[in-house]
């Protein structure tokens, strides 16, 4: 089966150091990884993804995300954070032999303290 | 730049309504979702389209149906709509392979 699993629900962050938002993943075959940003009552952004090729992805707004095959995981990472960075962040993986469904986990708020 | 819309930001409707949420791509896109948002929950799959006049069944999509008869268009039906439907409703579309989903403001669905 499918998942895709964010293990906290809230990370606190200050301003000017670095961040680390977790995801792991299930899923069968080649995973097709994604990184959404959601500010308050908007929809989804996309930030970056990993399709293939490096191990290290960068995306928008200063965004990298880490693909690690062994330990399944693709974490999200900035070096430095900004208070415009507090937003909620999903994680997600496309089953490319299930109809190309995409699947959520269940959202990590980042909070950016000045 | 791909743009998803949705039709409505904000709805208000009551209990065994029938409640029509529609969203348009203009990316000729062949994939379309619908998810629902909830606090904890994460997003929901409650349906998705391949193709026009296709549609599969997401995890949640009881209480719920969907339409596609052209290819930039797919609506969500609540056919009696419940207070537990109350909800962030958000409407996607994607290529058909391995690319991102694009999403749309969302709809923020309060059913009295």
């Known amino acids: 089966a499918q998942s895709v699993a964010q293990p906290e629900d809230q990370v606190k962050v200050a301003e000017g150091n670095p961040l680390t938002v977790k995801c792991t993943y299930s899923v069968s075959g080649n995973p097709y990884l994604f990184w959404y940003v959601q500010y308050p009552n908007r929809g989804l952004q996309f930030l970056l993804k990993y399709i293939t090729g490096d191990n290290l992805v960068k995306g928008s707004y200063g965004f990298e995300a880490e693909f690690n095959k062994s330990q399944t995981s693709f974490h999200l990472k900035k070096p430095s954070a900004l208070v415009s960075d507090s937003a909620l962040y999903f994680c997600?993986?496309?089953?490319?032999?299930?109809?190309?469904?995409?699947?959520f986990g269940s959202g990590t708020k980042l909070n950016v303290k000045p | 730049d791909v743009k998803v819309t949705q039709s409505s930001r904000y709805l208000v409707k009551r209990t065994g309504e029938k409640v029509f949420l529609e969203c348009v791509q203009d990316?000729?896109?062949?994939?379309m979702f619908w998810y629902r948002q909830d606090p904890g929950l994460g997003l929901r799959l409650i349906y998705f389209s391949y193709d026009v006049k296709m549609k599969e069944k997401g995890d949640i999509p009881e209480g719920y149906s969907v339409s596609r008869e052209k290819k930039e268009r797919f609506s969500l039906i609540l056919e009696s709509a419940s207070t537990n439907q109350t909800s962030m409703y958000l409407c996607a579309s994607s290529e058909f392979t391995g690319l991102e989903a694009f999403f749309g403001q969302g709809t923020r669905l309060t059913v009295v």
């Open positions: 990316m000729d896109h062949e994939n």
């Open positions: 997600a993986v496309r089953a490319l032999y299930n109809f190309n469904k995409f699947y």
